[in-house]
Nanobody
Framework: QVQLVESGGGLVQAGRSLRLSCAAS????????MGWFRQAPGKRRELVAA????????YYVDAVKGRFTISRDNGKNSGYLQMNSLKPEDTAVYYC?????????????????WGQGTQVTVSS
């Protein structure tokens, strides 16, 4: 299995940027598609962005399109979520996830591996 550790969260003002990183270990990272989920207090966990094994295909939820960019570096066993123009509604715990599915998936239950989460707080 693969282990995932997120970093890069914190407290920022609205309009600023943060870059989340996800360090993977255990298995060959390029064998997994990955995604970033977030969960705000009192809200359901949602898939924010996903990326295919090779990094060619990506997905973004409408709320972050044009502001967030998901990427990965398989040589470094790492994934990233660049978050620009942050808004207070982006405040949540962000989770790095991985799935062994051949294609990128938008189905939460197919993401078998999860990091511990990193808090992102955006002040107005």
């Amino acid at each position: 299995q693969v282990q995932l550790v997120e970093s890069g969260g914190g407290l920022v003002q609205a309009g600023r940027s943060l870059r989340l990183s996800c360090a993977a270990s255990g298995r060959t990272f390029s064998n997994y598609a990955m995604g970033w989920f977030r969960q705000a207090p009192g809200k359901r966990r949602e898939l924010v962005a996903a990326i295919s094994r090779g990094g060619i295909n990506t997905y973004y939820v409408d709320a972050v399109k044009g502001r967030f960019t998901i990427s990965r570096d398989n040589g470094k066993n790492s994934g990233y979520l660049q978050m620009n123009s942050l808004k207070p509604e982006d405040t949540a715990v962000y989770y790095c996830t991985a799935t062994p599915t051949l294609a990128m998936t938008l189905t939460p239950k197919e993401y078998n591996y999860w990091g511990q989460g990193t808090q992102v707080t955006v002040s107005s």
